[in-house]
């Protein structure tokens, strides 16, 4: 089975603080993306990655970054967070090529409340 | 940019009801199309998909959608809906970057 790993479920963090949120993939998996869901809204792509050290934007990029610098590895970062980023994040990835008919693969999802 | 439209946000049935959701996408090109439920407490889970072949896919749970190129819509369809289909509906298309629609709740009236 493909597992995707977020390390952390439940985060309280601070105005202004920097947050990590950390994702593995077991598989091999060449993309990675992550996705804040909120009520109403869905799921939107923040970012999203095809390759180690390769990057683009989502819908939604303002006030995150992200690092990929192992294949299995993609992190998010707030860099300064803010209450309006109180959300899900939702970590996934994706074998292959787009158009491969492959699914997505979702991690557990990484409650962030920002105070 | 891709986007992803769910034309119904909520959706209230009695139980045996048909049901029908819209989706429709924005890109021209090679795309993937899925279906995800999301039920309360859960994880998202995958439907059906479509990637090629029969426009006409079969999911799990009695779900079907169909795939109609001209019109850019996948929607997905149910027969006869049941109370246990009570959940929130997502619609998703891979044409590179997987992008998801805003979402249907569907809640079903036993």
């Known amino acids: 089975d493909v597992k995707v790993t977020q390390s952390s479920r439940y985060l309280v963090k601070r105005t202004g603080e920097k947050v990590f949120l950390e994702c593995v993939q077991d598989m091999d998996h060449e993309n990675m993306f992550w996705y804040r869901q909120d009520p109403g809204l869905g799921l939107r792509l923040i970012y999203f990655?095809?390759?180690?050290?390769?990057?683009e934007k989502g819908d939604i990029p303002e006030g995150y970054s992200v690092s990929r610098e192992k294949k299995e590895r993609f992190s998010l970062i707030l860099e300064s967070a803010s209450t309006n980023q109180t959300s899900m994040y939702l970590c996934?990835?994706?074998?292959?090529?787009?158009?491969?008919?492959?699914?997505?693969?979702f991690g557990e999802g990484s409650w962030l409340t920002v105070v | 940019a891709q986007s992803v439209s769910q034309h119904n946000h909520h959706v209230i049935l009695s139980e045996a009801a048909s049901l029908e959701l819209g989706c429709n996408y924005s890109y021209g090109g090679t795309v993937n199309l899925f279906w995800y439920v999301q039920y309360p407490g859960q994880h998202l889970q995958l439907l059906l998909k479509y990637f090629s072949g029969d426009p006409l896919v079969k999911g799990i749970k009695g779900f079907e959608a169909e795939f109609i190129k001209s019109k850019f819509s996948f929607n997905l369809r149910k027969p006869s809906v049941q109370w246990s289909d009570t959940a929130e509906y997502f619609c998703?298309?891979?044409?590179?970057?997987?992008?998801f629609g805003s979402g249907t709740k569907l809640n079903v009236k036993p």
């Open positions: 996934a990835s994706i074998p292959g090529r787009a158009t491969d008919g492959n699914t997505i693969y």
């Open positions: 998703a298309v891979n044409s590179g970057k997987f992008y």
């Open positions: 990655s095809y390759d180690v050290k390769m990057k």
